[in-house]
Structures are given as C-alpha cells and as structure tokens.
C-alpha cells in the first residue's frame, strides 16, 4: 500500500484564488495537503502535528520563504522543504541554495500546473525516507544543485537575447542547428510540442530544398561572421508536421553561452497577410478581365454576360451564376411577380435559361429589396432554412445585385452555391459582383435603345411603304392612261403631262430615299472611298461629266447608305452645274470630301442648302442634299459647305476617324 504523504503548505498571498491544496492533491492521490495563511501558522501547525514535508510561497505575508525555511530548519532540521519563488533566475537559485532548502519550483501558472510541483515533493520525501539516520539533509547546494544553476544562467541568456522583441513562436537553436528550446506557440505553427522538438534538428520544421542552403550558411556565418539573410526579418515557408508548408515571417538574434552560439527566432505566421495578398493580385487581374470582356466589341451582349457568369463563378468560387428578368404580376404588383433566368452557368436545374418561378419562392425577392447587395455566406446560419427559397433552390450561399436599366428595376445578376461558404464575402468580391451588376444595367440600357430605334425605323418603312402604294400605283395608271391618250390625239399639252408624271415620279423616289435615310445605322462595315465612290458613279446618268479621286481612306458606314449619299452628291452637281462637271472625291484629315468645278454656292445659301425642297434647279426636286444631310446625321457625322479650289461647291463629311 502507497504510504500518503502529509504536506503543509504555507500559502502566499497571490495562492489564494488558485487553491493550489487542492490542486496539488488532485494531481498526486498520495499527498494530503494542509494550508495555512502565514508563517505563525505554520509553526503552530507543525508544532502540532506531524508532516513529511514543507511547502511555502516566497510571498508569505508578514515575512520571507527563506526565513520561514530558517524558523522551520532550526526545529525540524530533518524536514524537506519545497520553496516556490515567481521567478526562475541565477538570483533567485543562488538564494536558495545559500539557504539549504530541499527544492525549488516557479510558481504554477494554473490548477492544471501543478505536476511539477507534485513531483519534487514526492522525490524529496522518498530521499528523506531513503537517507540514513544522521546524514545531514539534502540541500540544492550540492553538485546536481550547481549544474541546476547553470541550466538556469542558460536559460535566462536565451530569454535576454528576446528582450523588447514582440514575440510568437520561439525557437532556440545550437551551432549544429539543434533545438534547444521551443515555446507553445511552436505547436500551433509546426504541430510538434516543444517537448517533440527540442533536441531535434530544425530540419524536422524546415521543407528539405533549404536544409543545404541552412547548413552553409550557417558555417559561413560562424567562419565569417558573413549573413547571408536579413537577420530582421525574412520570409520563407516551414514544415508542418503534416507536410504542408505554412508562410513564415521570422526575426533572428544570437547570444553566446560558455562559447557556444545559440540563435534565436522569432517566428510569425504570415498565412492570413499572403492570402489577403493573393486575393488582391486575384482581384486585380479580374478587373483587367472584366474590362477587356465589356470593351470587346466583337462580342454580343449574351457572349459578354455568359463569360462575366463564368468569370464570377471561378473568382467566387460558386457553382452557379445567373441573370434573371422580373415581370410583375397583372396587377403591376412585384409581390404576385415573377423571375425568369435570362442566361445562367452551372448544373442547377432550376436556374437555366428560361425558368421561371414566382418571385415569392426567389432569393431575389430580397436582392431586389436590399439597399445594396444580398448578401449570404451560411444561409442556414442566417436563419433561410424556412424560407421557400431555401426549400425550392436549396443555396446555401448566395450574393446579388439590383439590375436597373433607364431607372427601372429589370432584374438580378447574382451567383450561388449549393454549400455555405467557410468564409463571408470580402469587400473586393462584393465589389465584383457590384460592378457586374452595373454594367449589365448599363449594357440593357444601351439595348434598350437600340430597340427603340429600330421600332423607329420600323415606322419610316412603314410609312415609306404606304407612300409608294398609295402614290405610285395612281401614277401608274396615270402613265399607262397617257399612252393610251397619246394614241387617239397628238397634242402638245400631252407633253406637259408626261414632264409632271416624270417630275411626280421623281418626287416620290426622293421622297421615300428621304425617308430611309433618316433611318438610324446599326450596322456598319470597312467600305473604301475610292471604291464606292465608282460604283456610285456607275449608276448616274454622267455623260460628259468626269469623276476624279484624290486619295483613299476607309470608312465605316453601311455600304447602300453611302452609295445612296454620292449618287444624290453626283446627280446634284450635274443638275446645278451641267453635264461637262468635273467632280472630285478625295480625302481629308478625320474624313472626305465632296467638289465640283461649277459656280459654287453663295455663302448665304449655304445654310438652306440641305433643307427639304430648296433648289435653285428648274426641274429639281429640292430633296438631294436632303437626302446626304439624313444619311451624315444617321451616321453620327458632321457636313459642311465651302469652296473648292476651282470655285465650285465643295463638301466636307467629318466621320471622326
């Protein structure tokens, strides 16, 4: 049976909220432990009964450890006694010793700390017990109590050499990079206890492409004094235990013991600071990808948001993607409304293009109610377990923006996961999702009105339809009764006729040219200058008239609408100028130009020239310059009228390139 040993414990003033009686006796079944408050205590306590040991605070109240230890070694010289001191330093062990006690410990930091202790009580009750009768007692004034010391003045220069350092992991090696100490930081960052690495290499920590450059440099360093790192701060990867690597940051300082360098790290785990760096690059490269895909103009609006939808997904790293398109209900209300996916990415069956569902059963109910984005790392977490979006799409995770075009709300461009994320979303990847919400409103505004306009020149053809029906088949048969007239009598009256049928044939071309002109381009293409401008010439009635070309440039235009624009420049000169005209097209600095060699125009008819109806011709229609000046405008050009070099008119079309 284990013999139980009596302790006294004379407590110190800082003992009293950590109990450390009943600690101690909860780590050693075999101590009994009794406290008292002071040093009179303990003498009284002794005086009355009998202990196997002392135990006693350096902090007893009223007095000294060590002169309690003196009290009790003048009547109990035989007794062990246990000192505990707050500090574990040469000062404090050289006290000790010169006083004879038994043992001494640091003081436990906790209930959880007090093994050691435990330990150096047993050990020395079982010496006492061990000892034969009238040897004098053991005492740390002895040998094994010297190297004790030693340790002690080793221990305390490793700790100077990290004086004013902020500190996380420490890590002490030896010349042969052998760890001679390790805190409890370590285990969070490498996952070996101190215990595991002390007396190991540091190459147990280190990944082996460095363990050769360490060796040398640290010979170099001891043969030379050389450094070949920054000893402030440097960063390089460590070793888990696992076998990961984790991004270190460490501080390096060096002391020397008995001769032997020791070196001392500082170490930090930067993992948090790469990742925020990594996601910055992220970031940065996607905005550069995000512009090049809204720049390009080869691609169409469906290409840009399918790829946008990919791009969010992988930078997000969400499953889904989607657009979606919100009608109100028949009664204008957006509760009895409805979302349909416009263009989507990702296998969720319920978020393809063309699915639709009520928006009461849609996470973007919300995003449409929301200030700014919806935003969802854990929807579960955030309390949508119950809520009919959750139980019909089942997204864990969700982030969403408002879709607005001409100030009307139009939908959501949002992007899901089936799963929670493990962590919320960043400011920079709400900031992704922001921008992409803006430019898809942006782009529909542009569509918008695109659309708008081709129902505008979807009324022109209308309109350009019923005039040539309701006015040309009258004609017709105004013509055909013409020759049938002319048959039956031969009168000059009948020529007057033919010349206004012409003239009313003439208008209403003009006219519907007119018409059509107005129209606004939305496609154009590279058409050359010099070219057109000969196939336009192939098709007026020229003569004697000359056409030269000075230059070339490319344009963009829509091809007919040009040719249309010469062939009225053509025919208008030879009109006003007459057959023999010499008419030049050539280039200018952002444009073209349009000359002829007649008389040119007064400048103070320059300003009605392109009017509707304004002709100086007898048997001109008044609508030719009309006509160029619709064609410029639908182009998003600019005319002007000067003179040219021999005096005639000449124009001037700005196309800005």
């Known amino acids: 049976m284990v013999e139980t040993i009596r302790v006294l414990l004379v407590a110190g003033s800082v003992d009293a909220e950590t109990a450390p009686a009943t600690a101690l006796e909860r780590v050693a079944d075999r101590l009994a432990v009794e406290s008292v408050p002071d040093a009179d205590a303990g003498v009284d306590a002794l005086a009355a009964s009998g202990y196997h040991c002392v135990v006693a605070s350096d902090d007893i109240p009223d007095t000294t450890g060590i002169e309690f230890f003196e009290a009790v070694r003048a009547d109990h010289p035989d007794l062990p006694f246990v000192l505990i001191t707050d500090v574990d330093s040469p000062a404090a062990a050289s006290e000790a010793i010169s006083a004879g006690v038994t043992d001494y410990v640091r003081r436990p930091d906790g209930p959880d700390a007090y093994s050691e202790l435990a330990t150096r009580i047993v050990t020395a009750v079982e010496q006492r017990r061990q000892r034969p009768a009238g040897d004098p007692p053991p005492s740390l004034s002895t040998a094994a109590g010297g190297a004790r ?35 409890d930081a370590i285990t969070e960052l490498s996952g070996y206890t ?47 235990r696992d076998g990961t690597e984790i991004p270190l940051g460490i501080s390096f300082g060096e002391t020397t013991i008995d001769g032997d360098h020791r070196f001392t790290g500082i170490v930090r785990d930067i993992s948090e600071r790469k990742e925020q760096e990594r996601q910055r690059e992220a970031t940065v490269d996607l905005l550069q990808e995000l512009y090049e895909i809204t720049a390009d103009t080869d691609r169409s609006f469906e290409q840009k948001v399918t790829r946008l939808l990919e791009l969010g997904c992988e930078h997000l790293d969400l499953a889904y993607g989607f657009l979606s398109q919100i009608k109100p209900g028949s009664n204008g209300d957006l509760e009895s409304g409805t979302q349909r996916i416009v263009y989507a990415h990702g296998d969720h069956a319920l978020l393809q293009p063309g699915e639709t569902c009520p928006l009461s059963e849609a996470y973007c109910r919300k995003t449409i109610q929301a200030d700014d984005l919806l935003v969802i790392a854990d929807a579960v977490e955030a309390g949508w377990e119950s809520d009919p979006a959750y139980e019909v799409f089942e997204l864990g995770s969700y982030v969403g923006g408002k879709v607005v075009a001409n100030g009307e709300l139009y939908g959501t461009f949002c992007f899901a996961s089936s799963e929670p994320r493990e962590q919320p979303f960043t400011d920079a990847e709400q900031t992704i999702v922001r921008l992409m919400s803006k430019w898809v409103g942006y782009e529909l505004e542009h569509g918008l009105v695109t659309t708008e306009l081709e129902r505008q020149n979807e009324r022109v053809d209308e309109f350009a339809s019923v005039l040539a029906h309701d006015l040309r088949n009258p004609l017709n048969v105004a013509v055909g009764r013409l020759d049938l007239l002319r048959t039956e009598c031969n009168s000059d009256q009948l020529d007057d006729v033919a010349d206004a049928l012409d003239r009313m044939d003439a208008l209403i071309d003009d006219v519907l040219t007119l018409a059509q002109g107005g129209q606004t381009v939305t496609e154009t293409g590279a058409v050359e200058l010099s070219t057109i401008a000969a196939e336009s010439w192939e098709t007026v009635k020229t003569e004697g008239a000359t056409l030269r070309t000075e230059g070339n440039v490319t344009l963009q235009a829509e091809r007919s609408r040009l040719r249309q624009l010469l062939e009225n420049f053509f025919r208008n000169s030879i009109d006003h100028v007459g057959e023999d005209v010499t008419i030049t097209v050539g280039d200018v600095e952002n444009g073209f130009f349009v000359a002829d060699d007649g008389p040119g125009i007064p400048e103070e008819e320059r300003a009605d020239v392109f009017e509707s109806g304004f002709t100086t011709a007898e048997d001109g229609t008044g609508f030719g310059l009309a006509i160029v000046r619709e064609i410029v405008q639908a182009h998003d050009w600019t005319i002007t009228v000067t003179e040219s070099e021999s005096g005639g008119a000449r124009f001037e079309i700005m196309t800005g390139a």
Request: charged fraction near 25%.
């Open 149 to 183: 010391l030693a340790e002690l003045e080793r221990t305390e220069a490793r700790f100077e050499a990290l004086t004013g350092q902020t500190t996380l992991g420490v890590l002490t090696i030896d010349e042969d990079s052998i760890i001679q100490y390790a805190n």
């Open 194 to 240: 101190p215990g595991e690495l002390v007396g190991e290499s540091l190459h147990t920590i280190m990944p082996e492409r460095f363990h050769d450059e360490h060796t040398a440099a640290i010979s170099r360093y001891l043969e030379a004094g050389q450094r070949q790192l920054d000893w402030d701060w440097i960063e390089l990867p460590g070793r888990h």
